[in-house]
């Protein structure tokens, strides 16, 4: 770098040079007047001084004095002053130049600061809308050292973030040394620049509260730039560190709420079937009064309410397990036509005199899946399907494979689905208008197949209009053995 600024600076000088010798020949060749002379020259001073810096213009305007002196004043071709008007002339002619190079340097400086203050804004803005991209906290500390290096062109940065007592940096590992000068600047409770071991560092504040310390190789921001960088970034840091503690305190609050909820629904729908439950076995101890039908009637009383209250133990059960994040896709490979098969014969149960019809895509390709729980995924649409439609009503199950995924289908021929219930009918304890009119289901179902399919990377969606039934197609990825 240094060897090309040198051959820069060379080259300068040399084009200065030549300019003023070529510039000096042609005007002696065209005879032109002192006059003549002095205006070209001072001309070309003021062009050197904008375009190569001071040196070169000082250097230009005293080959352009001596040339004046030696070629366009009396005696010519002598370094003599033949008069007090020469003098004058030749006094008035350096001064102009010198006084011409100064002014165009002045501007020459002021606008490569202006430049130079218009690419830090930039650069500043830069910074701020790709800090803006991070809102968590860790992410932003792990990526903030990579980002300023790069968009301030520097080599090494690095960051101290004392909340978290956290270091993260371009260059690993620091020195230990500039481990604990930083610890120490982040400590100031007033903002302060220190050089350590070839970094320039600046504590990081937001008011008058610490939030930790940055540093950078080489020193080349300038004050102000640095000052704008580590406001900056103590107010990211601080944003990431809000956002992430209010997302906390959102599924906190988030969490709660669904408990309450599901305490709620529970409560409710457990004491139905247990009310039931105790009252058929109430009427049973009473041996006076009932005959043999009541006994029957009241027995299957209880043996339906306690199936209904196995069914809502097991669904809350799941719904546990889901939350709790402990569901592990088994996947093995199968046939999905045999998969559906046995998905109909589990679910006969359930489905009454209802017809349920299978279309597999021929030929039947083996796909490795998790049978157990996309079973689980068919016994809630089923039961779905076979509560809301009528008693001998067709049922459509279908599977379809691709390059990439294999996709199910569960098709009834119910009710359908309001479309004001459409957006939210895989959400926790939501029943819809209809399942509230009905009064069956906890809502839970629906919600339940979301998570297992999410868990197996896959996703559900419905098509249904009112009056037409509802279709939920659903795929998990096709991975090949």
Known sequence: MRLIDSQRKAAIWLVATLVAVASTALLVWMHASAITAAMVFLVLVVWTATQAGIAPSLCISVLFALFFDFFFLEPYHTFVLAGLQEWI???SFAAS?????????RARQQTRQAEQRREDVERLYTLSQEMMLHEDAAGLMRHLPQLIQRIFALQQVALFVAEQNLFAATADPLPEVLHARLRDLAEQHSASTAELEGYAAQSLLLGLRPVGALAWSPATLSREVATAVAAQVAIALTRAAAIETNA???????????????????????????????????????????????????????????????????????????????????????SPRVFLEQVVEQALPILGRRTVQIQAEEPDQFASFDPHLLGR???????????????????????????????????????????????????????????????????????????????????????????????????????RP
Do not use: C
Not at 97 to 105: D, H, N, Q, S, T
């Open 97 to 105: 130049a010198l006084a011409a190079g100064r002014v165009a340097e």
């Open 89 to 91: 002339a030749m006094g």
């Open 377 to 479: 995924v068919f016994r809630h649409l089923l039961e779905n399907a076979a509560r809301y439609s009528p008693p001998e009503s067709l049922i459509k199950i279908s599977s379809r494979t691709t390059p990439e995924r294999l996709e199910f289908a569960v098709e009834d021929s119910g009710p359908g689905i309001d479309a004001a219930d459409l957006p939210l009918i895989f959400e926790k304890f939501y029943r819809g208008r209809l399942g509230n009119v009905m009064g069956k289901g906890t809502g839970m179902g629906l919600a339940i197949v979301r998570a297992i399919l999410n868990a197996h990377r896959g996703a559900v969606e419905v098509v249904s209009s009112p009056g037409k039934g509802a279709a939920f197609r659903f795929w998990v990825p096709r991975e």
């Open 248 to 334: 906390r305190m959102e599924a906190s609050r988030e969490s709660e709420r669904l408990r309450s909820a599901l305490i709620d629904s529970l409560t409710h729908e457990l004491r139905t079937p247990l009310t039931s439950i105790r009252a058929a076995a109430t009427t049973l101890m009473q041996e006076e009064g009932l005959d043999e039908a009541a006994r029957r009637d009241l027995a299957a009383v209880v043996d339906e309410e306690s199936s209904r209250l196995d069914a809502l133990i097991g669904e809350a059960v799941e719904m546990a397990e889901i939350d709790a994040h402990v569901v592990q896709v088994q996947a093995v490979l199968q």
